[in-house]
């Protein structure tokens, strides 16, 4: 059955969030290279989401009915990095008690994604190169090779032109692997989806554990270089959920939190509420000469009060309404004719 011109766009808009400019054309290319087989390699600095790319055009083509297998190649160990890919037949090495399947049997007529592939050793090289070459893989200990239909997205931060120069990755493995090449950006690159990837990081969690970012906070992330990228900002918006749940964050605040500073003891909340509130007038005094509209500045001043209580009670009605010592259906009728809404 052909998967819709649609189905595809939600599948992929679901992996990759954000509306900049650098994800639509992301999700453009990731919608073209999906169509074919050929291999893909995704160039970006670590953290960008490469592997969500990489799940994205297996969930985009019409292999995503069969195995997505991922595979750090920079993080196995040198012994058994061909046994994880290539899987070894039992006593074929100390340990070795049964047959093991390696990676790419396991993504038999699915994607196999090899990421920090820039990392891999020289001699591994020339054995995928073999592999992607042949469609065959062997495993240790065996004398005969095993058919495989897999299609390879690899990714890696590595500048590749300068690992090829010093003699660290093999030229005729990177044009193997690299038949289209995708640039996955930084997060700098589209600081514009910073909302959207909050309330992405925050779906499905109890009010307690959100922190809610006012204009300033969101402006102080937006101009944040995040050397970390998506994934510094989940772990910034996961802290701000344990330090400061169910409150509502200023620029201050932000900085805290990008510096991993211990919060203050009492909490945002608590410092407001500790503060006077001031009822100083909020425009000039009537004279013979101005007179002043008094509806207008009754009306004035009962709106900031209702959103000041409103802030202080993290958005609670009947908790701003004790602090305005309302009822609450009065705060309520009040909040309907100025078009307040809770702030949480």
Not at 31 to 46: K, N, T
Not at 119 to 143: A, C, I, N, P, Y
Not at 208 to 215: L, P, R, S, T, Y
């Amino acid at each position: 059955m052909a998967v819709s011109t649609a189905d595809i766009e939600r599948d992929i808009a679901y992996l990759v969030i954000g509306a900049s400019p650098a994800v639509q054309r992301l999700r453009a290319m990731i919608a073209r290279v999906a169509a074919s087989d050929v291999s893909v390699l995704l160039a970006g600095p670590s953290g960008s989401g490469k592997e969500l790319v990489a799940q994205a055009i297996h969930a985009a083509s019409h292999r995503s009915p069969n195995p997505f297998v991922a595979i750090n190649t920079g993080a196995i160990p040198a012994e058994l990095i061909e046994s994880e890919l290539f899987g070894h037949e039992k006593g074929s090495f100390t340990g070795a008690h049964s047959r093991r399947t390696g990676h790419f049997e396991n993504a038999h007529k699915g994607t196999l994604f090899l990421d920090e592939i820039g990392d891999m050793r020289f001699d591994m090289q020339v054995k995928l190169l073999r592999v992607l070459e042949e469609r065959f893989v062997t495993r240790v200990g065996s004398s005969s090779g095993t058919p495989v239909d897999v299609r390879i997205v690899s990714a890696t931060h590595q500048d590749m032109d300068s690992a090829m120069a010093e003699g660290r990755f093999r030229q005729d493995l990177f044009f193997r692997l690299g038949v289209v090449l995708v640039h996955v950006p930084s997060l700098a690159e589209r600081s514009e989806d910073i909302p959207q990837l909050i309330c992405h990081f925050q779906k499905g969690k109890p009010s307690g554990a959100i922190a809610h970012f006012d204009e300033s906070a969101l402006e102080r992330l937006m101009a944040h270089d995040w050397p970390g990228n998506v994934r510094e900002l989940r772990n910034v918006v996961e802290r701000a959920g344990v330090l400061y749940g169910g409150e509502i964050l200023d620029a201050a605040d932000v900085d805290l939190l990008l510096t991993n500073a211990l919060p203050p003891l009492e909490s945002r909340r608590e410092r407001m509420a500790a503060a006077p509130i001031s009822f100083a007038p909020v425009g000039p005094a009537p004279s013979r000469e101005q007179p002043i509209d008094l509806r207008q500045e009754i009306e004035t001043i009962e709106l900031e009060r209702i959103n000041m209580a409103l802030e202080l009670a993290d958005g609670i009605v009947s908790e701003a309404a004790r602090l305005l010592t309302l009822k609450r259906t009065t705060l309520i009728e009040k909040m309907r004719k100025y078009g307040v809404q809770a702030l949480a």
